[in-house]
C-alpha cells in the first residue's frame, strides 16, 4: 500500500511509577536525562516528528506520559482513547513491573480500545543492570513470551545512555501506521522457499536472534563471539558447514536465556532453514 504523505498518530506510554517512562520521553524529544524523579501527574504530552524518507512518510507523533500509579484508572482510561500504539515499560530492577503489563496495563488497553493496539515492551534501566547475569534470564524468557503472544517485539533500554530509545519509537510510529518495520514477525523470519542462500541465511539468523533476545547490541557481541570460532567472515558467504556449526553455537547462547526447551524449538525452526539451503 502505497502511504507517501504526512499524518498524525497518538501513541502512549504505560508502566508503572518509577519505571522511567518520562525519562525515555525526555530522552527521545529532548536527548537529555536527569537522575531526579518526578511522579507525573495524570498525563504529559510531547511531540515529535518522525521521518520515514525510504517510505516517503513524514509523521507527527503525539506522545502521551500516563500516570503510573495503579487505581488511577479513569485517568489512564480518559488518556488511552484513540491511541494508535502504546510502548509499555517495565523497570529491570523490579521484577514486579513486568507483571503488572499483562495484569494491570494490558488489560486496560483492551477495555478502552477494545483491542491491543500495536505495541512494543521495553525492558528499561538496563544500563543498572548485567544482562548476562543468571536472574536476568527470566526477563529475556517472560518478555519473548510477551512478544510472541502479542505478535510484537521488545527492547532492552536505557533512557540515560539512550540504547534502543529511538529505535522503539521508530517501530511503534510504522506499526501505528500499520507499516511493519523490517524483519518484524518471527513467523516471517522462519517461513523461506526453497534455494535460499548462505548469505540470506546468515542475515535471518541475525534477525531471529534480534527478535528472540532483545536488542542490537547483546546480538552483536553474540555474534561477534561465534563467529570468528567458525570462522565466518561477515563479508563473505559462508559455507553451509559453518551455518550448521552456527545454529549448534546459538542454541548454547539460547539455552541460556531462554530454557534448553526454548532453545531447542529455535534450533529447530533454523535447521529447518537449512534444509532449503540453495545448492547444500
Not at 230 to 252: A, F, H, M, R, Y
Request: hydrophobic share 35%; aromatic share 8%; glycine share 8%.
Amino acid at each position: 500500500m502505497n502511504m507517501k504523505g504526512t499524518y498524525k498518530s497518538k501513541v502512549v506510554l504505560l508502566g508503572d511509577n518509577a519505571v522511567g517512562k518520562t525519562s525515555l520521553v525526555r530522552q527521545y524529544v529532548d536527548h537529555s536525562f536527569s537522575e531526579s524523579y518526578k511522579a507525573t501527574i495524570g498525563a504529559s504530552i510531547k511531540k515529535k516528528v518522525l521521518e520515514y524518507e525510504d517510505r516517503g512518510i513524514t509523521l507527527n507523533m503525539l506522545i502521551v506520559d500516563l500516570i503510573g500509579q495503579q487505581g488511577f484508572q479513569h485517568t489512564q482510561r480518559r488518556n488511552m482513547k484513540d491511541a494508535k500504539g502504546a510502548l509499555i515499560v517495565c523497570d529491570l530492577t523490579r521484577p514486579e513491573t513486568l507483571r503488572s503489563i499483562e495484569s494491570y496495563w494490558i488489560s486496560i488497553l483492551k477495555e478502552v480500545l477494545g483491542d491491543t493496539p500495536p505495541m512494543i515492551f521495553m525492558a528499561n534501566k538496563s544500563d543498572l543492570v548485567d544482562l548476562e547475569e543468571a536472574e536476568f534470564r527470566t526477563y529475556r524468557s517472560e518478555l519473548l513470551s510477551f512478544s510472541e503472544r502479542y505478535g510484537t517485539k521488545f527492547f532492552f533500554t536505557s533512557a540515560k545512555s539512550g540504547d534502543n530509545v529511538n529505535e522503539s519509537f521508530h517501530d511503534l510510529g510504522l506499526l501505528s501506521l500499520n507499516q511493519e518495520p523490517a524483519t518484524y514477525h518471527t513467523e516471517e523470519l522462519y517461513c523461506v522457499k526453497d534455494g535460499i542462500s548462505h548469505l540470506e541465511v546468515l542475515d535471518l539468523f541475525k534477525a531471529q536472534l534480534y527478535l528472540e533476545l532483545g536488542g542490537e547490541d547483546f546480538v552483536n557481541s553474540v555474534l561477534k563471539t561465534q563467529l570468528p570460532k567458525i570462522g565466518i567472515d561477515v563479508n563473505k558467504s559462508p559455507t553451509s558447514e559453518q551455518l550448521i556449526q552456527l545454529n549448534e553455537g546459538i542454541k548454547e547462547v539460547e539455552s541460556v536465556f531462554l530454557g534448553v526447551k526454548g532453545a531447542n524449538k529455535y534450533y529447530l525452526k533454523r535447521k529447518g532453514i537449512l534444509a532449503k539451503l540453495k545448492g547444500r
